[in-house]
């Protein structure tokens, strides 16, 4: 079966710290893999993707995200949280057949 | 143009009312979606447009009518709905089928 799990409901961090949440998926074929990050109420905002090459993938807000296949994960790091960075993380699976599996979400909460 | 827009942004609703959510997309994109949203849940994908024809529908109660007017253009016709029916509903788009999606804000929705 098709799924993506984010093992960790919620997260509190220090600003400045590091981050790491964590995704692992399963995926029958070559699976596209992404990070939305979605702030209270709004719509999602891709942070990265992957769907083939460099297995370090660079996104925006100084996001990077890394897929591992022999973990079957695609962890979501950044090296020094922002205040700003605050909101819930989906990590998502796709492939050919258009069909978006997200995960459950991480809620990262940033203390000053 | 590089952002997909939803209106209204807050609906509320009566169990009789038939109302309209509109997207739009100015990107040239050639598949749009429509995803339902509960509170501390992740998007569930309810319709699929692919050159303006209906591609994918998951299961989704009939008191829900999709509408894809041109390749810029996705409606969501409501008719009837539940009380259950309360979420945020948000619009994407993606350039082709399987490519990656960009979300609207959404249109957060109430029936009473």
């Known amino acids: 079966a098709q799924s993506v799990t984010q093992p960790d409901i919620h997260i509190t961090v220090s600003e400045g710290a590091s981050l790491e949440l964590r995704c692992n998926y399963s995926?029958?074929?070559?699976?596209?893999l992404f990070w939305y990050v979605q702030s209270p109420g709004q719509g999602l905002q891709l942070l990265l993707k992957y769907f083939s090459g460099d297995t370090l993938v660079q996104g925006i807000k100084g996001f990077e995200a890394e897929f591992k296949r022999s973990q079957s994960s695609f962890n979501l790091r950044k090296p020094s949280v922002h205040w700003s960075d605050a909101a819930e993380y989906f990590c998502a699976v796709g492939g050919n057949t258009d069909k978006l599996i997200f995960g459950t979400g991480t809620r990262l909460q940033v203390f000053p | 143009d590089t952002e997909v827009t939803q209106t209204p942004k807050h609906l509320v609703m009566g169990m009789t009312n038939k109302k309209s959510l509109k997207c739009e997309q100015h990107m040239g994109h050639r598949a749009m979606y429509w995803y339902k949203q509960k509170a501390k849940k992740p998007p569930e994908l309810m319709f699929v447009?692919?050159?303006?024809?209906?591609?994918i529908n998951e299961s989704v109660p009939s008191r829900f009518s999709p509408e894809c007017p041109n390749s810029s253009l996705l409606n969501l016709h409501l008719h009837a709905l539940q009380p259950e029916d309360s979420a945020l509903y948000l619009c994407?788009?993606?350039?082709?089928?399987?490519?990656?999606?960009?979300f609207g804000p959404g249109t957060r929705l109430t029936v009473l």
């Open positions: 995926y029958g074929a070559t699976p596209y």
């Open positions: 447009y692919s050159y303006e024809k209906l591609s």
């Open positions: 994407a788009s993606s350039q082709d089928w399987g490519q990656v999606k960009f």
